[in-house]
């Protein structure tokens, strides 16, 4: 972690959004990554989502594992509430967190490692859970923090910087996601702002599991020929199935597009998600079609990004749990300890 704290000076005609806030206000303390890394591209588009959507700083929560990616959100958001938690173990904790207080905004941090390895289970279990999050994994195909070994998402056959081959077939979290759940699939890159900004826009607007799987090259360790996760390879293979521009409810909606060229998806909390169609015939709500599309794809050696799947009417694990909508921090006395009367009502009914 670094705690080099930037100058807090700026330009004093720097645009703000309506809360009065400039893009600054959104930044966090100097990166140490490597320079050139794919996750700092990341964090600047974190900090321009949450900008644009004009969210206050303290409504947000940001949570990672350990990692590279995982050291993350302490170079964005410094105003906002943050928890480093253990290598894997973000998504219980943020589950956890989740539970206690909904009324914060939800953003987890992780790498492939971090997901696809040690926190594989904690990853699943979230995502089947309907937890209402945006869950962000920088997949750069390899621990970077730990000197550069295979992830579980390196592609079989793909080489090391040393040549090494990888032997294991890679593990897709965008499948899993799609089969375990997620009501918001989306897979960007870190190279590609104008992709990944309206991505994560639309995922943080969305209520229930998000997930966004950004592949987001190591310069230091998997950028070289052979890896299938290089700034070369992957704007070689990028295909993009889709356009998307976030409408916000206080935003005109302007209705310039030829007919069908365009469809407008409303969210749960009013935000249209504008998609421009790139690949004919791709249908984003279509789970089992996206399932299929994916795995043709990657059998021909393409990357599919975009936005790949949306459930507007998702529901989310407080609505299946049907729990209290007060933050239990909030929650006065008399409703946390009902008393005995209540405990005994509660025992009897169990008999
Ligand atoms: C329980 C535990 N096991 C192993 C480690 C060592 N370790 C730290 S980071 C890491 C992998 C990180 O890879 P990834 O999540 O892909 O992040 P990246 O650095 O590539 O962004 C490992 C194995 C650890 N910190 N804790
Ligand atoms: S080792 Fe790789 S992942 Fe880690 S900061 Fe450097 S370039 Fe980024
Ligand atoms: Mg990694």
New binding site residues.
């Given amino acids: 972690m670094t705690y080099i704290l930037k100058p807090q000076l700026h330009h004093p005609k720097l645009p703000t959004n309506s809360l009065g806030y400039n893009r600054r206000d959104y930044e966090g303390s100097v990166s140490t990554l490597c320079a050139g890394c794919g996750h700092d591209s990341i964090s600047a588009a974190i900090i321009q989502a949450v900008y644009e959507l004009e969210i206050p700083p303290h409504r947000i929560a940001k949570l990672s594992g350990i990692?590279?990616?995982s050291k993350t959100p302490d170079y964005f958001l410094g105003n906002s509430h943050g928890f480093n938690t253990v290598h894997g173990r973000m998504p219980s904790v943020l589950t956890g967190a989740n539970l206690a207080n909904r009324e914060l905004i939800y953003l987890g941090v992780s790498?492939?490692?971090d997901s696809a390895s040690i926190g594989l289970g904690q990853f699943a279990h979230a995502i089947r859970r309907g937890v209402n999050m945006t869950y962000i994994v920088?997949?750069?195909?390899?621990?970077?923090l730990t000197k550069g070994q295979f992830?579980a998402t390196s592609d079989r056959g793909s080489k090391s910087k040393r040549g090494v081959v990888n032997h294991d077939s890679a593990v897709d979290l965008v499948a899993i996601a799609l089969q375990l759940g997620a009501t918001f699939v989306g897979r960007s890159f870190s190279g590609d702002k104008d992709q990944l900004v309206p991505l994560i826009k639309a995922a943080l607007s969305h209520r229930g599991a998000a997930f966004i799987d950004t592949i987001s090259p190591?310069v230091q360790f998997n950028n070289h020929t052979g890896s299938t996760k290089s700034f070369d390879y992957v704007r070689e293979h990028n295909e993009a199935v889709n356009r998307l521009d976030v409408i916000m409810d206080r935003d005109p909606i302007d209705v310039d597009y030829a007919p069908g060229t365009t469809t407008d998806v409303t969210q749960h909390d009013g935000s249209v998600l504008r998609l421009h169609k790139v690949a004919e015939g791709y249908d984003p709500t279509d789970r089992v079609g996206a399932l299929g599309y994916l795995a043709a794809a990657q059998a021909r050696g393409e990357i599919v990004t975009g936005l790949l799947y949306l459930d507007p009417a998702a529901h989310d694990l407080h609505d299946a749990l049907g729990t209290v909508e007060t933050p239990l921090n909030a929650l006065p006395d008399a409703a946390l300890v009902p008393g005995a009367a209540a405990l005994a009502r509660i025992n009897a009914a169990l008999r």
């Fill in positions: 990692g590279c990616s790498g492939d490692g920088e997949n750069n195909g390899v621990y970077g992830s190591c």
